[in-house]
């Protein structure tokens, strides 16, 4: 089993900044891969970003490529997502996840944490 635990996000104005953190445990987190899903209000659950357990790779929706960037501490067992321009339509429950089932690991995964709220006003 991984247990995650989301924190950083807020209120920030559209071309602002924030960096989610994630918190990772069990025994289950070891060498998985791990990202954010995000989800707005009335929207499909989407796929934000994912680092392999290396680091080596990363990969971003469209929508975030060049303005997020995925990063991980193994040693500390912590995920993070930079959240940089930010847009009002950026709004959005943020989601850690590991231990994807598919390749590339934009989608499959198996844990999910609670979520942190992300709000972006214009």
């Known amino acids: 089993q991984v247990q995650l635990v989301e924190s950083g996000g807020g209120l920030v104005q559209a071309g602002g900044s924030l960096r989610l953190s994630c918190a990772a445990s069990?025994?289950?987190?070891?060498?998985?891969?791990a990202g954010w899903f995000r989800q707005a209000p009335g929207k499909d659950r989407e796929f934000v970003a994912a680092?392999?357990?290396?680091?080596?790779?990363?990969y971003y929706a469209d929508s975030v490529k060049g303005r997020f960037t995925i990063s991980r501490d193994n040693v500390r067992n912590g995920v993070y997502l930079q959240l940089n321009s930010l847009k009002p339509e950026d709004t959005a429950a943020y989601y850690c996840?590991?231990?994807?089932?598919?390749?590339?690991?934009?989608?499959?995964?198996?844990?999910w944490g609670q979520g942190t709220q992300v709000i972006v006003s214009s």
């Open positions: 680092v392999t357990w290396s680091g080596d790779h990363t």
């Open positions: 069990g025994r289950s987190y070891s060498g998985s891969t």
């Open positions: 996840v590991a231990r994807s089932l598919s390749w590339p690991p934009i989608s499959g995964y198996r844990y």
